[in-house]
């Protein structure tokens, strides 16, 4: 996302009025890059990733631990730095995806205690690069570091665990309640000042009639009241129209109560981005990613913590799609529609509720029958030569207003750029994104997988990265189908909330995820995968080849109710199989492609640490980053079984995630920090296979005392 774009940023109400304006003209861009690229062939099999950091200021002697809102200082640190001439941009700037060099790039984020970093230039698709990106995140982070204060870190905690608690917990302080935010929680200085950011928040809150409402359960321990009330709302403010809101029901009990968009936009993820060959390539992969959208959720689970408290969810999705909800009382449906146009079911935050492949295997009823999308931007689209499926999707996202517009952006239609468009796009945060070829340079079509937590160590984000990468390939190599009705991804989203949901819940998940005839004769775009890796003896799949483990399955798809073609399954079964060999499981997939292309030993080894901690993760031999967070709170000596997550149980978490980064980045391995369950999280051998010292970590017993900080 470019900020250069500076101008008038309209208020709620002057923005509104230019909404339809927006659309239109973004529906002029859209058609105009659907013309001009939708027979764009043979762009480069290229990815990359995204990784978001907090920035923490930590001194090991003072108890307190503060959000650093040095954001910018530190982009422009990175920026006139000479050693990184060309390499990491400088603030503030577009992303110039021409540039030469592959030194990672910082973009900043909406939290001025953000950062965000990518690789210099995209991943390509060779397997020896794939062993690039965890030296390149954990360069990313070094980079970082180097242009920090000695007392402030990256971190890859997806949420600040006492974020908005009484008390500081910024450097520096300012108090909460400002006019942008209307928090009695946050500053509004929280937030990135770019004018863009605070008039994002500001808007969302006007456009709803009300602040946002972010509440998650509280977890409920031995000593934790019930009913709980959150000790930190005050319900005697009046300093803002907004202040009525918890006097209006806004924090109901055993709910941790949060009221602004930085509690939600503040958190970090890892986000995935994949060019396809063509167009149709990446509509495939934007509907076979999509139902692994809530699975690789629950597997990431990272989030469980809030405001200083102990929540009853382990995932940070809901809170943000509460943090960014704009909608009206009447789309909310607590009114009759009378000024709005039609009720909306979800946030502009959520799951995704389209599929948009021309793939023949996608059913009907695999379509959300309910769909909201405006039927006149669908006409227009259709009119202008788009597909009924696309169009659909296009004008789903439509249906929502723009919510930051400069004023001087609509003197004229400028249909070489793509701004309007991406105005809407890019605030319909879905967990997949469609992105077009954007309108000034030689980019593709692109697919972005936008649902997994952010986890503490870089070895994990590249297991995760790498692991979703291999799954694109398995899935456009063997053909593999994982339609299961839109409603029910849905569903699973839901479910990935849960405490432990990756070892207690089950998910609607394909039964058979195989082609019916061998893959090679039933690709409908053609298959030239293999060829464009640099491997060339892809054999068409596991549905096809001899031998293999896994048999061709009788059954043409688009026969037979629905329902009988998904079942309800653990994750351990969706990643590794089920007992009855039934579901061949994820990681098995992976690995019989990987069995299929040409991969030296020492790749394949390398690889096979990043599969073994996604399985392990998933069977519960590993604990997710929630896990172990809980026990690490629950293992605290300061901790009283009351869900309370005080300043002194934050700061040896926060000292233990920093020194576990440190310890990886000298590229030694973990034993000896005393830090409770480190093995359950990161298994006994990581980076590297047959490294001495790892062998020898497993030997040491693991100090199981008092949680030490930063040793
Ligand atoms: P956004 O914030 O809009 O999702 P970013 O520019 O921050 O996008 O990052 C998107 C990711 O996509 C980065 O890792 C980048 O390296 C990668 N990327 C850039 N160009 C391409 C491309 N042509 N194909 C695939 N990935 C790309
Ligand atoms: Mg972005
Ligand atoms: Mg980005
Ligand atoms: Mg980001
Ligand atoms: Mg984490
Ligand atoms: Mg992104």
Redesign the pocket.
Known sequence: ?GLLALGTALEWPEAKKRADQVREWGIKQLLEIWNKAKGKERDAL?????VEYLVVNYTKDNEKVYLSLRQAEILKALAADKDLEGGCVPALQE?D?KKSTSLPVF?PEFGRFML?A??G??WGIGFKELLGVEPDMKLRRKIAKEHMLSSEYPITLTTYPRIGAPGQFTDPYYPPSGDRLRSQFVPDEIANPHIRFPTLAANIRSRRGRKVQVNVPIFHDKNTPNPWKDPTVNYDLHKFPEDDDVRNGAAPDNFIHMDAMAFGMGSCCL?I???AKNINEGRTLYDQLSPLGPIMLALTAATPIYKGFLAGTDVRWNQISRAVDCRTPEELGEKPLKNDRWRIPKSRYASNSTYISLDHRLRQEYMDPDLVFDPKIKTELINGGMDDRLATHFAHLFIRDPIVIFEEDLQELDLTKTDHFENIQ?TNWQHMRFKPPPAENN??W?V?FRSMEIQVTDFENAAFSVFMVLVTRAILSFDLNFYIPIKKVDENMERAHNLDAVLNDKFYFRKNVFPSRPSRANTVFGDDNAATNGNSNNNGGPGSRPGSRYPSRPGSPGAGPVELEYAEMSIDEIINGSADGEFPGLVPIVESYLDSVNVDVETRCELATYLSLISKRASGELDTAARWIRRFVAAHPAYKQDSVVGDDINHDLIGAVIALCEREAAGRNFAGLGIPGLSKLLGKFRGGCGDEEAEEAEERPEVNGAPAAAA
Not at 46 to 50: A, F, Q, S
């Open positions: 996302m290229l990815w990359g990733d995204e992303t995806t973009h965000e990518t690789p230039k995209p986000q981005t994949f060019q890019s980019i593709g692109r972005e």
